[in-house]
């Protein structure tokens, strides 16, 4: 999942030919999350070069019901699915069935290569077309249940907001679908990329996919012990060090106080935030070949190249090195 676009003088610009991706319609298909789809992936763009080439495709035919009352009248478009490079699908009602010919629809798109992107319950469309046999997938809490009793030959993860492979990545709840989308657009043309898409939608900063879903209650309005401001401090000065002492002055709680807030609001440990933190920024840091490994360590908090690779293994299974040598060998592809 590491993956990227590329940089070249003014004067010989790249000619970056934008990824297919097809946004899946049908009857009773929730508008929210094929808006957040919409938002995403038909209005990116490098400057003035569009990244994605989207376009609606339908796979039932005549007159369709969509959430809101609206309606439209479409012909499936069975035999086009396999000519696109993301395929997503925005939440399958959870009781549906899926019919042969969009079963072997998909399973063809597959086949040739193409991925998928799931919102919230669209990943029971690819498990009832068989598509999810040793993959890693996930689903809104509501339907965990239910996706665990059906989809026996998948992991299912029961808290992320998004989980998957190179092929299938499927996300939570409605809204951790704009972190999923997100997280694709960084894959595919860096984390600059993404945070211009964030930034127009105003969206929060990146969520890695193992943060927690759900709080177990609501959290109160912000008060004096909110986190939030305070982490976007810790964020602007992660080269220096947070010892728990440090983090718990600066939210103005005790100790004990801070891991509990941090447990119930993040769902980690503030060490674990911190790490999840400096690793996220490092990852931006290395998308620029202009940085050496000391320096990204130092600006990323960890002091050491060792530190750093210490952590990237243990977090992302894959060294700096490693993962700077991807992303500029797909941007040099690109």
Known sequence: MNQISSIQSPATPRKVTPKKVAILIYDQLCTF???????????????TVPLYQCETVPIESGDLQLAGGLQTSCQAQFDRLSTFDLIIVPGWPPHKSVSPEITNALQAAMHTGARFM??????????????????????????IDQ????????????????????????????????????????????????????????????????????????????????????????????????????????????????????????????SQWLN???????????????????EIAQKAGFNTPETMRHHFRTQLNISPAHYRNQFLAIKKDG
Request: glycine share 8%; proline share 4%.
């Open 118 to 143: 799931t919102i919230c319950s669209g990943i029971f469309l690819l498990v009832r077309a068989g598509l999810t046999h040793g993959k890693t997938i996930t689903t809104h809490w509501q339907y």
């Open 276 to 294: 999840q933190e400096r690793i996220y920024f490092a990852r931006s840091l290395l998308e620029k070949d202009h940085f050496t490994m000391d």
């Open 147 to 270: 996706l665990a009793t059906e989809a026996t030959t998948a992991q299912v993860e029961e808290n992320v907001l998004y989980c998957g492979d190179a092929q299938i990545m499927s996300s939570a709840g409605s809204a951790a679908g704009f972190d999923l989308g997100l997280e694709i657009v960084r894959q595919d043309f860096g984390t600059q990329e993404a945070n211009r898409v964030a930034q127009r939608l105003v969206l929060p900063a990146h969520r890695e996919g193992g943060q927690k879903q759900f709080v177990p209650r609501p959290i109160a309005h912000p008060q004096k012990g909110s986190l939030a401001k305070y982490l976007d401090q810790v964020r602007q000065k992660l080269d220096e060090p947070w010892p728990i002492k440090k983090l718990a002055n600066l939210c103005h709680m005790s100790e004990r106080t801070l891991m509990r807030r941090f447990q119930e609001i993040v769902g980690l440990s503030p």
């Open 33 to 47: 999350e094929y808006g957040i789809a919409v938002e995403i992936f038909d209005t990116v763009q490098s400057k």
